[in-house]
């Protein structure tokens, strides 16, 4: 219902009670009697402010006088043809604090806006409208009510410091939005309810948007205390309502241990709803209310919620998780010493876990993950994040390093195979108590614009097929209940897995050990398999860094030198040689570092480097097809691309160079020896790059297979050797192995040999 309506209800009470029989036919008829909203020279004054006897009148005008004076001053801030059109105007706090005079004529600006926020706004609702219609020359701008949205509110409160001293205080948070309802309609704030009884009329307040019905009927001579019907007609005013529920912002280095995340509810209406979806990093300025959960025979307990005056989200930002970050004078030094040290990527990459010894290439990898390539905003196919796996045997540091990936990287989240489900990993749908549903965001959605970490990726069965979206479009769809839904998730995913049997079995494929589809294994952009070798001058090695980090003092050797990160190959530069005093950053200069990065560097590729990874891609493609095999595709010549922008900009240049491109193929090399090297230390270029190729025990099953299946159809189990060997071609088994293959077989007595060079398959009877 309109204020305008309100007003004219209360002129038509006075009338009703000289005659109550004198009832009007509808709300239309009351407008008519008063539209004229004007009062102490300003218009709209009274659709703000009711009942001037709970209003100092003098103190208002000139609250109102200021901010009108700051808005002619500022007309550059304000775009009236866009407020009139969406009833809304932001108010920059900062620069409004900036300015002289109006701090000078309203001294108590600030005060006023945290302890009585519905007041202020309404003045600045009102010294706004009054410039819309002073500034309107066509006479078309009417009295309504605007709705001022509050920008760069300080300071930022955390979840945990809200206490009962916040109530009807106006605050500012910050965190991600978990969950979002759908939108409903919210009724104004007076309902005009019809007595069954005597049909007289009254108006009620409904207190903090809870339904409330009269308790007894006003007219004369009516006694009636039910059956009161609501009126529900064209006059009646609504406006959309949405309810978030925002998680604080934590960071696997900050968590409290043995709690789970705060929450709380957040109010929205009007033009806010709909601003965010969950999974969104979001800055929330509103007054802390609540409202009574009380019901029969319980305590008195209440909800707390935040009554929301603006909500900025950061979905719209090329990067989000650079909004968590805030850089300070101390901080830009602070990356201007970094950025100058000598060997920059090699102190990254030592840096990033130095509890573990060695691994240097595979950290190299990771760190080059986490700064990401360069977000290509035309091009909506691509996409600038890479995803790595870490695969072998139990106890060399993949869980520690992946720590340490959450730690750094600007936004993370950590969460363990064996414990985590389809839905919680990608967006969950709930059903409300009144029967709407509404969406949970889950893992990869809370790390949108930075890195999902999965320990125990082995573990998660059940849970693979769920990743293959949001790995490749970086989005994840549900259709549920007759949802169907879109949201982001452009995440890096690092993934740290055991192989099945507890040992890393070179003779079978990556996906044959972590019993993985191989879409899945592709979609990776790098993939290490890492070894347990016994190696006696590493092994000691270990066993001092092991050693060192529990003992309170470092015992000095003798052969303490200072490495200088020079050497020909990437391995060489990045390793730490005996004795040698490795020097680490924080993980906390480390985090804002990468940050600072993601903001502001985005480098290109020169020619000369697309010429080196043109030449390194086409050199393969060329080995295949000699070779009938498949190594690498073109997604792999796009995660060469990514991460030779990653190298450039972990050293803050605009461009990637040749020596980038280099050192990229050799991280690329490195995951294709372990993935390719069979148990003889063979290079097999059969075995794909997607670990979806054939181990040869695998291949000799799949010969007999086939032996047995063509045995059944034609009835007859004697195969001459050519035979055999089109169907050895079939299922990758090369000239050179077939010999030796067909011996095996025939030594096992799978295959025996007769006459003719012929061979009967022992394994079918007819």
Sequence with gaps: MSTNNRFANKLWFKRRKRNATAIPKSFSEISKIDNDHSLHGYHGFKLYFRSEQFVDVEACLKKIGAFETYIKQNLSLFSFPTIRKEKTFAVDLSSLLADYEFNSTWNDFKLDLTKKTSFTLNCMAVAMLQRLIIADENHSTVATVLHPRLVNFEPITLLKNLKTDSFGTLVSIRGTVVKASNTRQLLSKEIAFNCANCRGTQLVEQIDGVYTVPSRCP?????????????????????????????????????????????????LTDDLVGSCIPGD????????????????????????????????????????????????????????????????????VQSLCPNIYGNEIVKAGLVLTMFGGTCVEDDEGSRSISHVLMVGDPGLGKSQMLLACANVAPRAVYVCGNTSTSSGLTVTMTRESNGDYSLEAGALILADHGCCCIDEFDKMTSQHTSLLEAMEQQSISIAKAGVTCNLSSRTSIFAAANPVGGHYNKAKTVAENLKISSPLISRFDIVFVLIDQPCEKYDRLVSEKVLGSHSKFTRPSSKQSVHNGTGSTLHERLIVSGGEIADHLDHQLLRKYIAYAHKYVHPVIVPEAKEILEKFYLELRKYCQENNCSPITARQLESMIRLTQARAKAELREEATVEDAIDVLEIMRTSFIDIFTDETGTLDFRRSQSGSGMSKEKQV?????????????????????????????????TKERFVQVLQNLNFHGYLLKRPQNKYKLASVDF
């Design 219 to 267: 007219t004369k001579g009516c006694k009636a205390q039910t059956s009161f019907n609501p009126i529900f007609d064209s006059e009646t005013k609504t406006v959309n309502w949405q309810c978030l529920k925002v998680q604080e912002l934590v960071s696997v280095g900050s968590y409290e241990n043995g709690r789970m995340p705060r929450t709380i509810d957040c109010e």
């Design 281 to 348: 990093d979001v800055t929330i300025t509103g007054v802390i209310t609540s409202r009574s959960d009380t019901k029969r025979n319980q305590a008195s307990v209440f909800h707390v919620y935040i009554n929301v005056v603006n909500v900025v989200s950061n979905k719209n930002q090329s990067n989000g998780s650079v909004a968590r970050i805030t850089f300070n004078t101390a901080d830009y030094y602070a990356i201007q010493q970094i950025h100058a040290h000598p060997s920059l990527f090699r102190y990254l």
């Design 701 to 733: 099953k799949a010969l007999l297979s086939l032996l047995q299946t063509q045995a059944e159809e034609s009835t007859e189990n004697e195969f001459a050797k050519e035979e055999i060997w089109l169907l050895a071609e079939q299922v990758g088994i």
